[in-house]
């Protein structure tokens, strides 16, 4: 007979998945994926971009190219990261992933032995969870405020267990939350790591989406010891279809990521790395940054004064500063994933929020995007989620 | 302080990987990598796709996409795999994966636990050795004759060892032999497979490009009791530079390889898989096939003659009828990993075949690729690395 791996025991298909092929079905309202707008893409653009490409340099665009990544895209990379994070980093501490989610998988595979202990925010991005999954970790969940991850119980934590092999954290516009650590915190932060010297994976892949405030800096640009692993991409900055992300690290762990994609998947796609290089030199990225800016934030707003206009007393919920989500609370006896599928039924489709537990629980939260639907779209659907919650309080 | 994952103990950079970073010195005559040769690549017609693609479905291109890949891709590779491997299979059961090395990664991961027993020809394909080893397995090299791995010594191994998980095999122009398994050995694989109930990875990426004889069944085609999990790639018959890859397996396994794709990376690039539906339906993909098969058998061709005019008495090798590789083996005192260095004084480059044996020895072996140089570059390259070889006998 077949025999399984013990980690495919852990693995089961995420709901997020399931749920996005339900978004491609154009009569469903969906707030599950964190999709970026489709109809703001810049594909004039890229297939400028494209053609120039073919034309300049197609056979190269076709070929197998190196592990890293081309020193062009990660030269850019690397002065993106100074510009918008104060990174000092060069482009040979850069390496070229597949996606960002790449990087989880690599992470948990970089650090992890079975049983060791990854710690993370309660709750966190359920792809991350999923990927270390794979590595038969156990996940202690630190808890959070709505500033982050409360440092107090991080440091009982990192005192109390000796096989802490990794921190997990999403300091910025937070999946699932969309909640953002205060500078303190930071700071706090990188004390207790430093003092403690565990590796930390900084996730950041909506920290250019800022639409309130000031910009807090990156764990990474606080770090002396060389203990912060940053993950970047340009799925949510530019396109996710290229899968192009990043991690930076320091030499020797970064070196690390490299024998891990070798073995993994040889390299990122010679093509998108190409085309995403000669669409940084034909226009300014920034640009369109700014432009999803003003709708991510408008629709933020539009999703906020339809909460406040339609859900009932006793649920509460996130105002993000950026990012693509919010987090509802329900009422303690109510189930969310139960009501998923009421809500279905109504045709508006949410992520409930007990899958970025990794050891279960408050099954009265779940997760919106407000990202990927036009705003009459948004009001519409949170118009419907409210009567499905009223009629179930 | 940092520490890594048992795992990355077993990891090293691949000799492949490093000798490739040679390949683009325009100085060096690599045999080294398993490069298509990249002037033949259909520039123009992957131009006119992409051009299409970002006309008629830009968005889709940039947006995120499912999983297992888009169905239109799925349904073309099924197809092909009826008409050039007589496997009768349906969308359903393809999967698509980042490159043939995302499928060997996964194939690990979905099977493997520390300490299990993978099986595979020795020698065995480098890459895919390094994609188990992210599993710590115990590797059993099963040994090989001229036509393949040797069944009678196959059943011995199965006989004796309770914790083998899985076969890995390469029965068309392996890598790194250039050898292909005759019929015989083909049906008497299948039943020793069907008594002792193991999967098997089918590695068959260069099944398409036969220069002589006639062509053998998939291991696949003959599987009655979905034991055999199929590999392919678009990296030798279009392009490598797309990443894009398939799995082809019974819904239960396939299940499982998808459940780590979502781990692993998500997606594999929805602009590459759209590119490459177009392409299809614009072009004949045959013609192009047909077109490097001739190129890469003279290649081979000159490579043969080259060695029989260059080489010295006590140097044998492989006559490949396909494929991208031949196999040389030096007498028995002499050392290729040495000899490499000594060869790229003299700008030119192989791999050194100890690293395909996961176990060690055979050092006075090396791998030879001939798809990737012009014939001229194929006669002085060979010329060169004869004098050599003289020189250190």
Not at 213 to 223: I, Q, R, T, V, Y
Not at 233 to 253: H, M, N
Not at 325 to 336: G, K, R, S, Y
Not at 344 to 363: C, I, T
Request: with cysteine; charged share 25%.
């Amino acid at each position: 007979m077949v025999r399984f791996s013990s980690r495919m025991d852990q693995l089961k298909g995420s709901e997020i998945r399931e749920l996005l092929k339900l978004a491609g079905d154009p009569n469903v309202i969906s707030f599950a994926g964190g999709l970026p707008a489709r109809e703001f893409f810049p594909v004039e653009g890229m297939k400028k971009a494209a053609m120039a490409v073919m034309d300049e340099s197609g056979a190269d665009a076709m070929q197998y190219s190196s592990t890293e990544g081309y020193p062009a895209l990660r030269q850019k990379i690397a002065e993106r990261m100074k510009a918008k994070n104060n990174i000092d980093t060069t482009a040979d501490n850069i390496l070229i992933t597949s996606g960002s989610q790449q990087g989880l998988d690599f992470s948990g595979r970089v650090f992890l032995n079975k049983g060791d202990v990854v710690l993370l925010e309660s709750p966190s991005y359920l792809g991350a969870i999923n990927a270390f999954k794979t590595c038969e970790p156990r996940f202690i969940e630190v808890p959070t405020d709505e500033s982050g991850m409360i440092m107090e119980e991080l440091e009982k934590i990192l005192a109390a267990e000796k096989d802490v092999k990794m921190i997990y954290v999403i300091p910025d516009f937070q999946n699932p939350t969309g909640r953002t650590w205060n500078l303190e915190k930071r700071h706090k932060f990188m004390e207790i790591i430093n003092k403690y010297e565990v590796p930390v994976i900084e996730d950041n892949p909506y920290g250019e989406l800022r639409y309130r405030g000031e910009s807090m800096p990156a764990l990474k640009s606080l770090d002396t010891k060389g203990l912060v692993i940053f993950l970047g991409t340009f799925s949510k900055i530019l396109a996710p279809g290229y899968r192009l992300g990043w991690v930076c690290a320091d030499d020797e762990i970064l070196a690390k990521y490299n024998f891990m994609e070798q073995a993994a998947s040889l390299q990122s796609s010679s093509v998108s790395q190409l085309e995403t290089i000669k669409f940084l030199e034909m226009y300014n990225l920034d640009d369109h940054v700014a432009k999803i800016c003003e709708v991510y934030g408008k629709r933020r707003d539009v999703m906020m004064k339809a909460m406040e206009d339609y859900f009932p007393e006793g649920v509460s919920w996130v105002y993000p500063d950026g990012g693509l989500f919010t987090w509802v609370t329900l009422p303690e006896h109510m189930n969310a994933r139960e009501l998923a599928t009421k809500c279905l039924e109504k045709n508006v489709a949410y992520v409930p929020g007990g899958s970025f537990f990794p050891n279960g629980g408050h099954e009265n939260t779940f997760r919106m995007n407000y990202s990927a639907m036009p705003e009459d779209k948004i009001i519409e659907g949170i118009k419907r989620l409210g009567e499905v919650i009223k009629e179930n309080m």
